[in-house]
């Protein structure tokens, strides 16, 4: 039977004293702050979506989107049951529990609100920070690998499958290394270079569009090496809920492309 060790690396980076300070809080502040330099950066140029104050202000909406929206998620699409009758767990965020999906949702929610206060373009708006979102989605998963958390399925013929603590003695996916990969920089670098391009930029929306889509296929896709989690299963048809998830984040995607395309053949 054939696989790696699992790298023994404590989730607590730093402790003082009675202070704990995680890996998985350390890819949260890394992810906020990288991308809002990025935005800052992809916004200097056409059709510059924002001003630089506008996408300061807008870290403390994101943040706020993430945190509320990816809490909510998870208590809504995972355990609902668990916090109905358990609500004081509700504000247990140190016992871990949040969602991809609700957090985009916040983020989204956060997107038309602060564009609709500071009278931009929601699209425009929505395509330089969705072009930042694989960074976090990086840090992101590579504190999951950290944590040990959301291992893969069992894979004992894989040369580079590992044995998780929580896992069982079955050599396993690295399912977050995978999705780091497919979710981080693969889609990253594919809105990039979407961004260089003029004419991608000046049809406002595709670049947001594209990363619905991009993170959709990627996270379906991902969810196949990806144990299910324990508490789940598998649903219809033996999808995952990440999988059911993410299939209305592909076609919201195609939809706001479409739109975008739509929108830049009016305004000819």
Partial sequence: MLALVYPQINPIAIALGPIAIRWYAIAYIAGLILGWRYVKWLVSKPPHAMREIDVDDFLVWATLGVVLGGRLGYILFYKPSFYFHNPAEIFAVWHGGMSFHGGLLGVVTAIVLFSRQ????????????????????????????????????????????????????????????????????????????????????????????????????????GEFFRQPDSYLGFLIGGATMGQLLSLPVVLAGVAVIWFAGRARVRAR
């Fill in 118 to 221: 500071r009278k931009l373009n929601l699209l425009a708006v929505g395509d330089a920070i969705c072009a930042a979102v694989p960074i976090g989605l990086f840090f992101g998963r590579i504190a999951n690998f950290i944590n040990g958390e959301l291992f893969g399925r069992i894979a004992p013929d894989v040369p580079w499958a590992m044995i998780f603590p929580n896992g069982g003695p079955e050599p396993r996916h690295p399912s977050q290394l995978y999705e780091a990969g497919m979710e981080g920089l693969v889609l990253g670098t594919v809105l990039f270079l979407l961004w260089r391009i003029p004419r991608i930029r000046e049809r406002k929306g595709t670049v947001a569009g594209s990363f619905l889509v991009g993170y959709g296929l990627a996270r379906i896709t």
